[in-house]
């Protein structure tokens, strides 16, 4: 699969002079890039580049210094993670992030949380609308399930699971929130090419049946060349190169940032 | 044999999610519940009730509390003492003060509220105190509560001494005075407080608090409200220990001072639940007897054996035992009886073909 | 304290107050800083520390045969004969362990169990000696010493050995369980009467700053020497966990179990040494509060009291021990003498008491400012 040329109209995200830093650590200095809808968006870089604590400003878990962020048109320049949530953004982390102690079923149920109203009044009788919406909810997650194939592993405590089928319980969960953008953290990390075609194939279909925004870091070259649409680079915290796949292989910013060329 | 699920099918998610989605444990627990509301009266003598059945369900309810807050959303908590104290002195007072509501359930269920309140003051510093330094701070709410019902004299009603005592209790005009009497109400709001608490673990609540559990920042970022989650368990859980500690004044001593609620009676629910479970509903009541039971029976030993004890020393003896037997269960089973339990309906299930 | 000015006849007494009170934040630190270290080296939060400090006190307490009017029976010192022997034995072993370890030859197990029997021989012998009457404190300190390193080795051994990669609150837990298991046996074992130890110390008070308050501050030279010797253990363990090379092994097992233990650092022993330590700290503490106090079944509470100062001053900082102590102790005194009463007085109280919860209170506002205590870093979360 070669990179596609598809062409993106609307702006969803964009992002303008962000800057970061922990104590006296910058972590992003002045980034600007934006996200349109409906595009997969790579986020590239080499370790310790900032492209973590990048998501993390997006999604609301840090808060730059300077900058401000535009989301669906609205112009902000901090927000809590839950308001992010609200909002249409989930992710799924690098170091996987999933709740150990419960079963794939519920993780995935977590996902929904935004979308489950009922008090406590009715979940402690659990009869009526706790329970009609209990099963609502579940619907929409085994089609979740199935369009994962982790059907056989429903019931099971995610902390039991391989790695390869983690990382996809935890796609499982951002999706849960149908989500308008959808921040992936190194979604390959570790795994075998099997899984990994695996994994290519959900973000693809996700991206083409939900037409969900995508955003992620990945380390693979060729799967972030074969599969995004654009692709922003970053190095020591700061953009480097910007653009669609073929103009970043050429760029010789990121050649040198790749091959290691002193700064 | 008689414990196999193949052949039951589920045709509906409704089906699936039951409490007990398999058919003998559905009538096994209602056999349980059956026996003890019908047999055991039939059965029981004084003793049993005021020694053993009363305590073991009181303590059971108190110990269901904290492993909401424990278990389930991973806040350590050893203030259990004092919201206890709490329910037990606001069922107190009303009680004392409004003789219309000498209904113990109203009575019971203000108790309950009350300690909700209090614990969702003394929840607000989980915000952003973690782990042991959260362990910490609750004892802080112990301490204060115990001296509070110590020397505020208001709570106590101005005894000179500091103990309260309760007359005559009532339910909808029925009169509780017979260890039976007391047992059959305290059995029935157990059974109605563990429905409850088992609902709400196994719905988006439970799930709420798991997830704050396991991983608070994924949590957060998920969209749940890391306050509001932990003040809700910090509510949920302070309700139904101040029901038990409620429960515990009126119906199980019948006069108090606040040492019943001090810091001891905290280790005591806390070790249930470690002992029984963490994040196990049923684990709170294995706990609670096997806390409950141990005592007696260490009381009753040395007269098994024929060896006469001081009562200090076997006070002392009770302490060391104690101790013992929760490291070396810890050391067994850090999960506690209700893993146990599951093995063994694990090992039932496929009995006697293991392979 | 009405007016906001404190007038000079109110300083006295302040001041006297005030120094009272960092003198017991003194022993709150000592007793902070045991369960620091074990905190620190295994990530155990030690709720036994109390305990441990219970235990030291009454053995030393029976050991001296501080006992107000009662005979000393001879079961007491067979079974301290039968420990000091086997704790003997112990240490002797080990340190020949050691010497083979580093090359000095292999040598038979039949000659470690001889050597270990002889040890136990030793000990016995000793006891035995002294058996009838009193141990002198230069005896009965190291005994004890000996005691509380066995007690060491035996919860490493039997209890923490067994419950590696545990979560905290399992090892809390078991700590917990410790604690009631110490209570009971410190008890059957030495009896639970009231000892008082007595360290000769001068019992009366002195005066400072005659000339500048009308007659001088009152210090108990008890308290001052108390404070000494806590001011001299912590300054040597801070040393110890700074400079030397098992200090810096202990730093490394704090940060990272796995990690020291890929780099050849013996996890038993460490935890072992830790372990002893915060034994001899407990001693330490239990021998200064039995001076104090007395000893008796509530110096096991009074050790909760450590815990705000953990709070405030972190659970893996040693100087937020000592200073956490200082605020503690003197904060708590200070509020009992002046605040109490205006509480008492205000809502028609029946007693003051606040000093019960005062300082946890104290902490926990502290804590809502800065979580992370007095010297923790603060804490950049990642995903």
Known sequence: MSARARSFNEVLLSVEGISLSFGGVKALTDISFDIAKGEIRAIIGPNGAGKSSMLNCINGFYHPQQGAITYKGVRRS??????????????????????????????????????????????????????????????????????????????????????????????????????????????????????????????????????????????????????????????????IGDGVPDEIKRNQAVIDAYLGVGH | MLYREAGQFKTSYGAD?????????RIFVLLVIVAAFLVVPAIASPYLYTEILIPFLILSLAAIGLNILVGYCGQVSLGTGGFMAVGAYAAYNLWLRAPEFNNLIVVFLFGGLMAAAVGILFGLPSLRIKGFYLAVATLASQFFLDWMFARVKWFTNYTPSGSVAVGKLEVF??????????????????????????????????????????????????????????????????????????MWGFLRLGSWEPLAFDINRSFQILFMVIIGGLGSI?????????????????????????????????????????????????????????????????????????? | ???????????????????????????????????????????????????????????????????????????????????????????????????????????????????????????????????????????????????????AYAIERL???????????????????????????????????????NLGLPKDPIFLLEGVFEGGLLVDPGDLVAAVIAAVLVVVLAVFFQKTRVGRALRAVADDHAAAQSVGIPLDTIWLIVWTVSGLVALAAGVIWGAKLGVQFSISLIALKALPVLILGGFTSVPGAIIGGLIIGAGEKLSEVFLAPILVKQFNLAGGGIENWFAYVLALIFLLFRPQGLFGERIIERV
């Not at chain 3, 923490?160 to 410790?178: C, K």
Request: aromatic share 10%.
């Open chain 3, 159 to 197: 209890v923490l050995r067994h419950l590696v990669n545990q979560e905290g609150i399992i090892l809390f837990m078991a700590t917990l369980g410790i604690a009631y298991f110490l209570d009971g046996f410190g008890q059957t074992l030495w009896g639970s009467d009231i000892y008082k130890i």
């Open chain 2, 173 to 246: 005009g029925v009169q509780i005075d017979q260890p039976v009497e007391r047992y059959i109400l305290i059995l029935a709001i157990v059974v109605v407080a563990t429905v409850v608490a088992k609902n709400l673990v196994r719905g988006h609540i439970g799930r709420s608090w798991m997830a704050i559990r396991d991983m608070d920042i994924a949590a957060e970022i998920i969209g749940f409200r890391p306050l509001r989650t932990k003040l809700s368990a910090f509510a949920v859980s302070s309700f139904f220990i101040g029901v038990a500690g409620a």
């Open chain 1, 78 to 239: 901090q927000m809590r993670p839950h308001e992010a949530a609200e909002q249409g953004i989930a992710r799924t982390f690098q170091n996987i992030a999933l709740f150990r102690g419960m079963s794939t079923l519920d993780n995935i149920m977590t996902g929904r949380n935004l979308r489950m109203k009922t008090g406590l009044f009715w979940q402690a009788l659990r009869i009526g609308p706790a329970e009609r919406e209990e099963i609502e909810h579940r619907r929409a997650v085994e089609e979740i399930i199935d369009f994962l194939e982790i059907q056989h592993v429903r019931k099971v405590p995610v902390g039991q699971l391989p790695y390869g089928l983690q990382k996809r319980v935890e796609l499982g969960r951002a999706l849960a929130a149908q989500p308008e953008l959808l921040l992936l953290d190194e979604p390959m990390a570790g795994m075998n090419i099997e899984e990994k075609q695996d994994m290519c194939r959900f973000v693809l279909d996700v991206n083409d049946e939900f037409g969900t925004t995508i955003c992620l870091i990945e380390h693979d070259m060729g799967v972030v060349m074969d599969i995004s649409d654009r692709v922003v680079v970053l190095d020591y915290g700061r953009k």
């Open chain 3, 1 to 151: 304290m009405a007016s906001s000015e404190p007038e000079p006849a109110m300083l006295g007494p302040f001041l006297e107050t005030l120094i009272g009170g960092l003198l017991t934040g003194v022993l709150y630190s000592l007793v902070a800083l045991g369960f620091v270290l074990i905190f620190k080296a295994s990530g155990v939060f030690n709720f036994a520390q109390g305990a441990m400090v219970l235990f030291a006190a009454l053995t030393l307490a029976r050991l001296t045969g501080a006992i107000d009017g009662r005979e000393v029976h001879l079961v007491h010192f067979i079974v301290a004969a039968a420990i000091l022997g086997s704790a003997l034995a112990f240490v002797a072993w080990y340190a020949w362990r050691e010497y083979v370890a580093r090359g000095g030859g292999a040598i038979e197990r039949r000659r470690i169990l001889l050597l270990a029997a002889g040890g136990a021989l030793i000990g016995g012998v000793v006891a035995g000696a002294y058996g009838k009457g009193s141990w002198p404190l230069w005896l009965a300190l190291p005994a004890t010493a000996a005691i509380m390193g066995v007690l």
């Open chain 2, 282 to 355: 049923l684990g709170s009541f294995l706990g609670a007897a096997f806390i409950v039971l141990m005592p007696i029976l260490l009381n009753q030993l040395p007269g098994w054996l024929g060896v006469k004890m001081s009562t200090a020393l076997l006070s002392h003896l009770e302490f060391m035992v104690f101790g013992a037997m929760i490291v070396f269960f810890l050391i067994v089973e850090p999960h506690g009886l209700a893993r146990l339990w599951s093995i063994a309906k694990e090992k039932l299930r496929l009995w006697p073909f293991p392979h």
């Open chain 2, 17 to 25: 999610q039951q409490i007990f989605p398999i058919l003998q444990d």
